[in-house]
């Protein structure tokens, strides 16, 4: 407000201050935005005789998620789930076991740099691509099936655990680590006794919770070919069984709900 | 206890109890036992050939990849607009239709924590749990394949994400800020204004962003199912084995998420 | 005994924490160190067991020259000083046995450490300490149910229990009240003595440095200013380490009638002026 025109006859007038000061910026970004919208709202195609159309087979869908199949494709469900499952199970323990010493590694405050750049190095690679494509590629070396599935999960996990890992320890009270140092304790005795207790609660959960992403993403993962319950619920659309794809995706969602509320109990125990 | 008398009255001090030992030791060999058993079934069917074969195939397909095919940037353009598009419009669609449902989950704003707040939360719960790709699986099989479709299945997959951190975000403010609001008269709607909205902007703001940058990467290959962008441009050239067109996808998905993620960054600097 | 000669300290922003310090303390002594936040304080006393790595200087453990060792002798020295931190820098998560146990981790393997089996000598000892401290009963409880005064005294035996020939403590009682932080300052002073253990309390509350440490070392902007007897700390020595203010009403709330201790800041020429 400005205060230089201080009299006893004016009034004051207050407005609430705009969240950007300078007009120029402001409306230069209103308008861009609303450019923006218009130019790719419009440069979409939609062919609307197409949705209307569409709105028929959603409304089947819809039916098919209330009045689920389960009887008709039952083998196939089964065989799906238990690929999806165990490669879970066995790409979250295997993502876990190397993503520990990463993580250590990737921790400013205890590697040593040339460790710290060789495993940040490992983390930026594992992140940088969706697990879809990774899942190309190791289905294009190692043929299709769950081992690529399990494979691709694995290096998914290395990346997302070791990153929150590092970051974790990172954030540690440095005090605590102090104190065990002045002791005299070694490098490996201040991992055991001021780093791993200050971690570990957040490394189980982060683990909990990889280990639902890990059943999500091998649901997706089926469709390019690496196994799972992907693939069975790929089959089913292509097929336009949409009381089978919504069993498919009932089951899904119930496995993804009891490991949620599952995990959090675990979680408290951590504590 | 772990701290015990010895029989000459000594104190004997023990990390864990014998039964917490115990304990221990059984539930590692059960989660060992678990492993083998799932790698077992897991691996089953697996042709161990081509995985013997993989270093071989690797190199095979790393030597097609490079270098990589330049020109092809050329037919990029279009589908990277798309890409962007689908990322934004998508995030845009599923906060309009996010914010409502996070008001009506949240213990302290929703209606009824009886009727209400179950309906809330199984919409999150559904919207989370299927993959924006299973998403874009189902619409494209409904509306057709297109932009469209993976612009509804990215607003679909984004709303569960984003109603359940906002959620999360107004069940933790500060109840003496919107009490101070409540003695001044206000009515339900002004505290929403004074009390609650200025509290969870900046949590809003954050998780907008946030889930922009993760639809960014996510759109990048919803093309794989025929949902429009980069993906499409990526199928095809896996179809025809054009590795030299894939690497150069490769790298204009990379750099479009290295960009958003740098954008996002800056926007959140700025905002918080 | 602890010798300090010519410490220095630049840290690689440019700010010289210390210029040059030297003093010494004879065994059992226990010295307060006192000065303004930035003086340097923490700095020197961390640059005494190298976790703060010094530029120049020597400091001497009974004749070991401490700043020359190479990673394994000063592991070997560190376990030798004890160390006790503001706002007590226990491993929150671990029982208070496991915190006073870890001041062993310079004597035993790391498997040992690991597994957490501790020689028999060692786990003695620690009762004996948490039975000193008044902890016996909390042996198994985690560290962060612990109240500000019990986690300090867990700190206390955690520095204990390493047999240290010298105590180094940061700011014992910065988070504690006023009963808690006399009780804290008089168990130390008492264990030093009991011990014949030198020891230097950096501390910001000058009347209760007055009151129990045995001499007392100002540190102004990284040079020492002051070093003598509680007594000698007149106004203008406060006002040399602190700069200007007016140290008369500094005395005024301090007469806990509960306190049988003798009160060195009676001697104490500002004390007259209550």
């Known amino acids: 407000m400005t205060t230089d025109q201080i009299s006893t006859t004016t009034t004051y007038v207050w407005r609430k201050q705009p969240f950007i000061k300078s007009p120029v910026t402001r409306w230069g970004l209103y308008i861009g935005a609303l450019a923006y919208l218009l130019l790719a709202a419009f440069s979409v195609p939609v062919n609307w005789a197409r949705v209307w159309e569409g709105l028929d087979r959603g409304w089947r869908f819809v039916e098919g998620f209330l009045v689920p199949d389960f009887a008709s494709r039952w083998g196939d469900i089964v065989i799906g789930m238990q690929e999806s499952l165990t490669m879970t199970v066995t790409s979250t323990v295997v993502g876990i076991l190397i993503s520990i010493p990463i993580g250590i590694g990737a921790a400013r405050n205890i590697a040593p740099a040339p460790v710290y750049a060789i495993c940040r190095g490992v983390i930026a690679l594992s992140r940088s691509f969706q697990e879809i494509i990774i899942a190309i590629l190791f289905v294009a070396m190692f043929g299709f099936g769950p081992f690529a599935g399990f494979l691709t999960l694995s290096f998914a996990t290395i990346g997302f655990l070791s990153k929150l890992l590092a970051e974790d320890i990172e954030d540690i009270d440095e005090s605590q680590t102090e104190a065990i140092r002045s002791t005299g304790g070694g490098w490996w005795q201040i991992v055991n006794y001021a780093i791993q207790p200050q971690v570990m609660p957040r490394l189980i959960g982060l683990s909990l919770y990889r280990l639902d992403i890990n059943f999500r993403e091998s649901a997706v993962i089926g469709i390019v070919g690496a196994g799972g319950i992907g693939a069975t619920l790929n089959t089913a659309i292509d097929r336009y069984e949409y009381d089978t794809a919504g069993a498919i995706l009932i089951v899904i969602i119930l496995i993804v709900m009891v490991a949620e509320y599952s995990s959090g109990y675990v979680r408290k125990w951590a504590q | 206890m772990p701290i015990t008398k010895s029989e000459n009255g000594a104190a004997v001090w023990t990390h864990r109890t014998p039964k917490a030992r115990i304990v221990m030791w059984v539930g590692w060999l059960l989660l060992v036992a678990l492993f083998i058993f799932c790698w077992q079934v897991m691996t089953e069917g697996t042709i161990w050939f081509f995985v013997y074969d993989a270093p071989r195939q690797a190199a095979d397909i790393g030597s097609r990849m490079f270098p990589p095919k330049w020109s092809y940037m050329d037919e990029l353009w279009w589908p990277l607009w798309d890409t962007i598009n689908i990322a934004t419009l998508g995030t845009l669609l599923a906060v309009i239709m996010a914010v409502p449902v996070a008001f009506l989950a949240a213990r302290n704003t929703t209606p009824s924590t009886k009727f209400v707040r179950p309906v809330a939360l199984f919409i999150i719960v559904a919207s989370r749990s299927i993959n924006a790709l299973i998403w874009g699986l189902l619409l494209v099989a409904i509306i057709g394949p297109g932009v469209f479709a993976g612009i509804i299945a990215i607003a679909l997959r984004s709303i569960g994400f984003i109603a359940k951190l906002l959620y999360e975000a107004i069940e933790e403010i500060d109840e003496t800020q919107i009490e101070a609001i409540n003695a001044t008269g206000a009515s339900a709607m002004q505290r929403l204004d004074y009390g609650i909205t200025p509290q969870i902007t900046p949590a809003f703001a954050g998780i907008t962003l946030f889930r922009w940058d993760i639809n960014i990467r996510e759109s990048t290959v919803l093309g794989l199912v025929g949902a429009g962008g980069l993906g499409l441009k990526l199928q095809a050239s896996i179809n025809v084995l054009a590795w030299g067109q894939v690497t150069t996808i490769f790298i204009v998905i990379l750099a479009t998420v290295l960009v958003s993620e740098w954008v996002s960054a800056k926007v959140r600097h700025s905002l918080i | ?274």
Request: glycine share 8%.
């Open chain 3, 1 to 274: 005994m602890l010798r300090v000669d010519n410490l220095r300290k630049r840290y690689r922003t440019g700010d010289e924490a210390l210029k040059g310090v030297s003093f010494s303390v004879p065994d059992g002594e226990v010295v307060g160190l006192i000065g303004p936040s930035g003086a340097g304080k923490s700095t020197l006393i961390r640059c005494i067991n190298r976790l703060v790595e010094p530029n120049d200087g020597d400091v001497f453990l009974n004749e070991l020259n401490v700043t020359k060792l190479g990673r394994g002798d000063l592991k070997r020295a560190r376990r030798r000083i004890g160390m006790i931190f503001q706002e007590y820098a226990l491993v929150e998560r671990l029982s208070v046995m496991e915190n006073v146990l870890s001041g062993r981790l310079g004597y035993v393997s790391f498997w040992q450490s690991f597994t957490r089996r501790f020689p028999q000598s060692d786990v003695d000892k620690a009762f004996s300490l948490l039975e000193r401290v008044g902890l016996t009963d909390h042996a198994d409880k985690r560290a962060d149910a612990l109240s500000g005064g019990q986690r300090q005294r867990v700190g206390i035996a955690r520095a204990l229990e390493q047999d240290p020939e010298l105590l180094l403590i940061d700011e014992p009682t910065a988070s504690l009240d006023p009963k808690t932080s006399r009780q804290i300052m008089r168990l130390i002073t008492e264990i030093c003595r009991e011990r014949n253990l030198p020891a230097i309390i950096n501390i910001h509350d000058v009347p209760l440095a007055q009151a129990f440490v045995d001499r007392i070392v100002g540190l102004q902007e990284g040079e020492v200013v002051f070093d003598g007897p509680p007594s000698d700390l007149t106004e203008d020595v406060l006002t040399r380490i602190y700069g200007e203010e007016d140290w008369t009403t500094m005395h005024g709330d301090q007469d806990e009638p509960e306190d049988t201790h003798p009160h060195p800041a009676r001697n104490d020429p500002t004390a007259e002026l209550v």
